[in-house]
């Protein structure tokens, strides 16, 4: 029962520099989501996907892309990292519309850009 | 954008208090969820509210869905530190556009043994 999966857990990355950050659920959940936590700001939504080959953007995208070409991973892809995205990211995932039975959180990835 | 006002932002509480927790809104929502975050981890479910007027239990944790739909409340009952953590609250509609779940900026309680 692994749930959300996230990897890796921690990374530091320097101004410039590109990652990927993955995501894997085992729920067969159709909806997945990305989003980003600050200090003392909540949650903001990144991307997220209604199904596989469906993504669509969130509340803050700029800065980020992805991609769903199965239903189990939803990778989430920074290409020129900037100080400004430094954050924890979590991953989340649905079973129905609207969240109807709540979403599941991964564990999380704590971002550094130096 | 909608907002969610979550209060108060931060509590420090003795062992076997009771705890209350608040979320507003300016707009309606069709559904409220209460999440718990311990250090490091992700955000759980702890309860969801469907209806207006709705009053759900989880053991000690007890949920209310307002009547206006724009608020709801969190109580915590005899708090033990296991409680500590961070709450968020958390908005949803249904029929606009997916991804549309709304989250306080959370209340980080402390526990006292």
């Known amino acids: 029962n692994a749930g959300v999966t996230q990897t890796p857990k921690f990374r530091i990355l320097k101004i410039g520099q590109s990652m990927t950050l993955q995501c894997a659920q085992d729920?067969?959940?159709?909806?997945m989501y990305w989003y980003r936590q600050d200090p003392g700001m909540g949650l903001k939504l990144i991307y997220y996907?209604?199904?596989?080959?469906?993504?669509d953007k969130g509340e803050v995208p700029n800065g980020y892309n992805v991609s769903r070409s199965t239903t189990e991973d939803f990778p989430l892809r920074l290409e020129l990292a900037a100080p400004s995205q430094t954050s924890v990211y979590f991953c989340a995932s649905s079973y129905s519309e609207g969240a109807l039975y709540g979403y599941t959180f991964g564990s999380g990835t704590r971002l550094t850009v130096v | 954008g909608q907002q969610l006002n979550q209060s108060p932002q931060s509590m420090f509480i003795q062992e076997g208090e009771d705890v209350s927790m608040n979320c507003t809104s300016s707009s309606i929502f069709n559904t409220w969820l209460w999440y718990k975050q311990d250090p490091g981890e992700g955000p759980v479910l702890l309860i969801a509210l469907y209806k207006a007027g709705e009053l759900t239990s989880n053991g000690r944790l007890t949920a209310q869905f307002g009547i206006t739909r724009k608020d709801s409340f969190l109580n915590i009952s005899a708090s033990i530190p296991s409680d500590v953590g961070i709450y968020f609250c958390?908005?949803?509609?249904?029929?606009?556009?997916?991804?549309?779940?709304?989250f306080g900026k959370g209340t980080k309680l402390s526990v006292k043994p």
């Open positions: 958390a908005g949803l509609n249904y029929g606009g556009s997916q991804g549309n779940l709304i």
């Open positions: 996907s209604v199904g596989a080959g469906i993504t």
């Open positions: 729920m067969n959940h159709n909806y």
